[in-house]
Nanobody
Framework: QVQLVESGGGLVQAGGSLRLSCAAS????????MGWNRQAPGKQRELVAV???????NYADSVKGRFTISRDNGKNTVFLQMNSLKPEDTAVYYCNADVIRVGGIGSYNFWGQGTQVTVSS
């Protein structure tokens, strides 16, 4: 089994910063893409940012220039540095990872439980 645990959410004023972390553990052989998604109340879950094992990144247009995704492959951890936060960034943030398990065939996508980010105006 594989578990993803997020941390670092909270309440911050507009213009402030937060850093989210997500650590994967369990029977992991290799992690391919890792990413962050978010879901605001009444809205569909949306992609925020992704990063490959080689460090290539991609961002939603709404967060480009403000958010930075990074990862520590040795610790199976992905980070999301969020700067210049806006009230519209308020959402539950979920990390996900495309994991090849030890002894497994193919890869599977695992999700964390989510962490709340609230940005006050």
């Amino acid at each position: 089994q594989v578990q993803l645990v997020e941390s670092g959410g909270g309440l911050v004023q507009a213009g402030g910063s937060l850093r989210l972390s997500c650590a994967a553990s369990g029977s992991i052989f290799r992690i391919n893409v890792m990413g962050w998604n978010r879901q605001a109340p009444g809205k569909q879950r949306e992609l925020v940012a992704v990063i490959t094992s080689g460090g290539r990144t991609n961002y939603a247009d709404s967060v480009k220039g403000r958010f930075t995704i990074s990862r520590d492959n040795g610790k199976n951890t992905v980070f999301l540095q969020m700067n210049s936060l806006k009230p519209e960034d308020t959402a539950v943030y979920y990390c996900n990872a495309d994991v090849i398990r030890v002894g497994g065939i193919g890869s599977y996508n695992f999700w964390g439980q989510g962490t709340q980010v609230t940005v006050s105006s």
